[in-house]
Nanobody
């Protein structure tokens, strides 16, 4: 039984940084696209950033472009989200999810935009950006 576990969330001041990790167990991430999704209180879950298995295809939501960086280390079976210049509106529960395949730019974007039909979801890590 595969699972994803997020870590790295916490309380940070505006302008600060956090690095989230998504560790997989029970399956190898190599052929899975991974996405980070965010859900703020009272709002729907939105795709933040997604990456293909070979890291060749990336997608960022407009709201995080230039501030967030997604990366992966398949040898460690882990995907990261480096978040810089954090804003209060970045607060929420951050989830990672995996889907087999999704290698093209279009399919990675679709993964982030639709966030449906994914194979695995983590339970989330809370990020709070506040002074």
């Amino acid at each position: 039984q595969g699972q994803l576990v997020e870590s790295g969330g916490g309380l940070v001041q505006p302008g600060g940084s956090l690095r989230l990790s998504c560790a997989a167990s029970g399956f190898a991430l190599d052929y899975y696209a991974i996405g980070w999704f965010r859900q703020a209180p009272g709002k729907e879950r939105d795709g933040v950033s997604c990456i293909s298995g070979n890291s060749a295809s990336l997608y960022y939501a407009d709201s995080v472009k230039g501030r967030f960086t997604i990366s992966r280390d398949n040898a460690k079976n882990t995907v990261y989200l480096q978040m810089n210049s954090l804003k209060p509106e970045d607060s929420g529960i951050y989830y990672c999810a995996a889907v087999l395949g999704a290698a093209s730019v279009g399919s990675v974007q679709d993964m982030c935009v639709r966030s449906s039909g994914l194979d695995y979801w983590g339970k989330g890590t809370l990020v709070t950006v506040s002074s």
